[in-house]
């Protein structure tokens, strides 16, 4: 699930065989999207797109793969983080893994430190509204920074920001579909082995 058409495109050219769907920026929209996605028969299911980054250090086209979603006071933990972050070093130099927070609204500096104090690592808008739509399946959600903590878009360097989040979106978004993949196996695998239905 991608909030954005630019990300829609990323991932798509990124990992070609994934089902996409464009799910809508917001908290409202998110909320819909994970209602209708949640009867989809599908085995895991990931939130791909770009974030703003919180932690010192983080800059645009880092990954960051949430370890755990806050929002709306609930914790979702993503519990193969670790696999889906090491997957992604095959395309991209930069990956964290860390605490991400979904908010209903357009993050600035001041709140963006106050974030870091509380040890989140990125902050987006909808992934904790998305949560739902894995419905007990595997999830995990990849996002990569578009704007970091300290990093204006008035800057002549943060122009570049964008350009090369989509790109690292796009070469990161691979990892999403060998770790799909994985799951989608052991679904099947458990399907086969499972005994057939008596009357």
């Known amino acids: 699930m991608t909030p954005m058409a630019v990300e829609y495109v990323a991932v798509r050219r990124g990992a070609p065989g994934a089902v996409v769907v464009c799910s809508g920026i917001g908290a409202v929209r ?3 999207a994970a209602l209708r996605a949640e009867r989809a028969p599908v085995a895991a299911l990931a939130v791909a797109g770009f ?3 919180v932690a010192e250090g983080l800059r645009p086209g880092d990954v960051v793969v949430a370890a755990e979603v806050c ?12 696999l889906v972050a090491a997957l992604a070093t095959e395309g991209v ?25 509380e040890g989140f690592t990125a902050v987006d808008m909808e992934s904790a509204w998305l949560a739902p739509a894995a419905a007990g399946r595997p999830f995990v959600v990849l996002r990569v920074v578009l704007d970091a903590a300290g990093r204006s878009f008035g800057r002549p ?9 989509w790109r690292a979106l796009r070469r990161a978004a691979p990892a999403l579909s060998v770790w799909a993949g994985l799951h989608e196996a052991e679904h099947a695998a458990g399907a086969a082995c499972s005994p057939p239905l008596r009357d």
Do not use: K, M, N, Y
């Open 157 to 165: 360097a943060a122009l570049r920001g964008p350009l090369t989040a």
């Open 51 to 53: 974030c703003g980054g």
């Open 93 to 117: 130099e930069r990956v964290h893994t860390g605490r991400l927070v979904s908010v209903d609204h357009v993050v600035h500096e001041a709140e963006r430190a106050a974030l870091a104090v």
């Open 30 to 32: 998110s909320r819909a």
């Open 71 to 82: 929002g709306q006071g609930v914790v979702t933990t993503c519990e193969t983080a670790a």
